[in-house]
């Protein structure tokens, strides 16, 4: 039986051969997952316009790009804050034409010619918001994560007992609701505060509703 001829392949070329057999077997399936499923298409984009904080915006997005996601990645606003991304912590509230929403929940597409005020909006350090001063003043805050959308909210609670705006809480829906704490409360449910703030962001609710001394 003769015997085989010794493997003449060095520690180096053995090294290269491996690193070549590697490659090939991750591109393909690199190609493969860029390209997506068969049959897949490019993301769609349009051009959407909106009037954020006073100010003429164009943006060209791909269809499913959140409000949240345009103000904060497009526009750079990110006093706009994302916290849970489902719509149930508050933090991303904004403005639009005068009411409050969740911009994580809605597609930048769906405002389109659309008025939008963020907390940047609102007021500046120079020139606080009522809202913005009474938080301040009543120490609504501790973290300070919650607070754009908290007082975003809290401007638009007041806005929503001027127009008569009924909540669980009010008693006779032909009345005009009146601004207690726990109508507060109601309508502010939806804005979650982990530090427990809770009762100081009531109270200057109240202080901009006129409600306290």
Do not use: W
Not at 20 to 34: D, F, I, K, N, W
Not at 79 to 102: F, S, Y
């Amino acid at each position: 039986m003769s015997t085989p001829p010794p493997f003449a392949l060095s520690r180096r070329d053995l090294l290269k051969l491996s690193a070549g057999s590697a490659t090939a077997m991750v591109v393909p399936t690199a190609v493969a997952e860029a390209q997506g499923p068969e049959g897949a298409r490019a993301p769609v984009a349009a051009e959407v316009s909106f009037e954020v904080n006073g100010k003429q915006r164009s943006l060209q997005l791909d269809t499913r790009v959140t409000l949240l996601d345009a103000l904060r990645e497009h526009l750079h606003l990110t006093g706009t804050k994302k916290g849970c991304d489902h719509g149930q912590c508050g933090a991303c509230t904004v403005l639009v034409d005068g009411r409050r929403i969740n911009s994580c929940l809605t597609l930048a597409v769906m405002h389109d010619g659309a008025k939008i005020t963020t907390i940047e909006g609102l007021g500046s350090p120079e020139k606080l918001h009522p809202m913005q001063a009474a938080f301040v003043k009543h120490d609504g805050f501790q973290c300070g994560y919650c607070t754009p959308g908290q007082i975003c909210s809290a401007v638009a609670v007041l806005q929503e007992v001027r127009d008569n705006v009924p909540s669980h809480v009010t008693g006779d829906l032909a009345s005009r609701a009146a601004l207690t704490a726990e109508e507060i409360r109601e309508r502010m449910s939806g804005n979650i505060c982990r530090c427990g703030a809770y009762s100081n962001i009531v109270e200057a609710i109240e202080d901009v509703g006129g409600k306290r001394a």
